[in-house]
């Protein structure tokens, strides 16, 4: 399927319609950013890409990271991993201390806050050099070797960490946190800090719509029950307490970031990420929201 | 494709396994129902179906019969319901109250207790004989004209229904129940009383799985639109505080009842329904999800 | 020590003074009353008593009745009824089922609705005639046998008691009410309908100032040590969420009612009766509240 | 009225009877205490004193120090403290975050830990050396210039001090800790790690048991009105979610630390010291609890 008319009519229609979000502002070098700047880009399994608007501006990736270091120790520890957190929507927003507490130290799923912050805790204990060789897997996954931290990104986030540190050390409280607490910040603020544009973002991702399969060559990076899995946790987990929403709205398993960043997934047709810093009240990208839901209505494709 | 021996091989394996689940016990008449049965029924989108073990005999529908309301519901009132009710999962117990304090008597979701009663109260509001219409409703989307209500559960229910009481009772303190609270309530407990085989049930719900045409004559029933998102809201919240659990091991949209049931829909291709009233903690068929993962496994067929 | 020229002063000052509060109106006979009235009276253990303005117009007792139901109860029954509820301050609001889900049915004190609830059903469960026995308890302990229920307002409350039809369901569901929660919630709502004047509400409660013994002739009602707990329920948990407020500012036990209408004890002096319909945010009057904590800052007496 | 034939009389049988109180573990140093000590001392308003057992040993006065900065920082800065706190019964544990998220960073009041974190960060901003500013305050109090803070308890507690963190942390995130949270966590273990005698400790309490008036020269430390205040927040919030129960068993205004010991204060009368290192399952010293109870029993005297 040419999905390049559908994208062109819909970022034309969409770029000039009011858009009521607004710039997280409590990373100061995230309020910095251009909140005009909107990009999208697709590429499916059969090696098409199709690109528009500012989809070769680098941006940055934030919680969608959560996906990609959930990818890496899932790879490695397989399922030995879910004695540590869960997998079910939490119901509550993404920075949420409340359900820590009655769950003893266990997150419920690896895309709040909460649950990547133990995933790191895991990378820490079995990697030698933790932030070196998840790059090395973004890296490879993604087939990009210049992906790259930003340390202007990272010192931002944890001069205003207050939350991030608290979360760790609540649920270090609990013994959920093997590490030292000031590593796996610094280790979690690292993953969030990368930057990358559209057209790597949907690259890096195709492997999620590919049965595990990596864009360029087909390396299998994760097996194919892994990925159905990880797509089935994007679906459920994926937007803090609006995963339900893009469920009903999109019908796509996706993630979000407060770069204003969201990547979708097609299982077995594409992956397509749409860019666009000005979010709504839940802390997701508003027009990425609506151009998405958009998108699978028009295209009347989506996995449900 | 041929699912029949798979399904064989499967309901021989797990009819022999051990299973730690046991009888929902908060209905009286529920308790009386043999723990050893087990059946399974499959219907596709060309018209091909398969059932095996206890398939032809009827069990009680309960929670499953909230997505029929909920189709008739939106069918009715199109997007107007969602001021009543969300659609985000509830990361709470099926009949939690707690959520409702916070939220001002809106239900997070139309799959648990506290929506459906909502939805109840809607389908009274715009009905002359509510109980009859929601059944002709049922009758004409399964094409099976002697799908009745079981005034015995019903009654059972109701003998034992402080919990829903309570429920329907703090949600009209919010203004949100319109109707009587017995009337709603009665309603409620009727729809959840259908009795229906595994193969009914799979024929029952075959629409969801064919872009809202229903099995035989293959009348549109809801819009795609709304097909869709029903089944998202199944995968989301089907499975109440277990819902992410269900989308990660099996990967289907679907939905369970305390007498054992679940119905799960693989959009474009087929309906399945399973019934073993032995629960999990959570209160879903213990050996049903079981069944469910390893069919979705062994087919390699999921929606991600 | 002669009250009298301290209550008037005060009646006079804030008779003139703003009042934000509002009339409680989700009872509708109580949002009829005149939301001027503003009555104060007195009663010492010595036999002196004193009263202003309204003190002698009947009012609505509403939860201060719960005081009196406890006592009856804890008369009857001892340090049994403590295995059905609690005595810890809720730290949430007058009506919460929040808590209840938590800790299984049981309620938190007995001065909130769901603890009076549990001890209405203590004492159907007891008492031939409930209704009958508890008024001729309250007769006694006041020796005023003119006191009565209003049926007007007991009808008013059944009519709009959703949220307490759902509370005493809820309990009922972890099994904690014994009885038909109709009956409860009728002899509930009827303890709430007592009509009684500051004057006749200041000597009822004169027993709790006194020891156990009661104004008139001094029979021993509860024994001390059953005085000393009712005084500190009421210090830790009769305000509500509000509870640490009214210690904070007032300084001793006391109880409030939607009526408008506060009873305070000085152990060993006095009982105080202050009524004003209008309340403040948390449901306390918010005049009476004023007058007390003048009344005890010009007198320098409290319990601290 | 001469206490010691009490106290020597229900310290002999105490002392025999079973404990099954358990050391605090979670501190490291407070794991070494000899879990069979037993002290008891008292100080009247007219100077007289009394103590037993182990009253002569200095233990770590943990949380009783709460109800100390809190002294100061009331004495520095009046009633404007309460825009940066409350005072209500939290009705939970004393280390939860849970509320802080629904009140936005406002802890309940000044006696559960998130409340002495805002009490420290309010005296470091006006102190200039507030570690040395509040330890002169307690000598000048108590009287006994020899009291000193552990450094080996407070860095014993600073090396297990991940819930602290989290919780200073979290209400930073809120804007409601104005310093470095190092600093103020500190500050705050500094104050904890106080060690006293109880006989040092029912001096050093004598204040507020006597209008203000502090032992030996009977210098007023604190307005009356303050003192009341700050005795009615004993009462309601001095036990964490026992407080009730303290009211309800023992009658007076009083503050527990996990080090085992308890104060409480009898308004007009006295202020006396239990400590015994068994805590029970809400973290208030077993023996000390019981003692008090049997105390106020025997002598007929509490506030209520």
Redesign the interface.
Known sequence: MNYRPVIDDLYRKLKMADNPGRLATYIPELANVDPEKFGIHITDVNGNSYGTGDCLEKFSIQSIAKVLSLCLTYKLKGEDIWSRL???????AFN????L?SDRGIP??PLINAGALVICDILISILNNPGEEFLEFVREVSGIPSINYSERIAGSEKSAG??N??????I??FGNIEND?EEVLDFYFNTCSIEISCKELSQTFLFLANGGRKAGDGKQMLT??Q???I???M???GFY?????F??RV?L?GKSGIGGGIIAIH?GKYSIAVWSPRLNKKGNSYLAVEFLEQFT?RT?L???
């Open positions: 869960g997998y079910e929507p939490s119901g509550t949420s201390l409340v359900q507490e419920k799923n207050y939350l540190t608290a979360l760790c050390n609540f270090k409280s607490t194919l029950s990925v159905k899995r797509n089935a946790i679906q459920t987990c307490d609006e995963s339900g929403d469920a009903f019908g398993p299982p209505t009347q989506s996995i449900f």
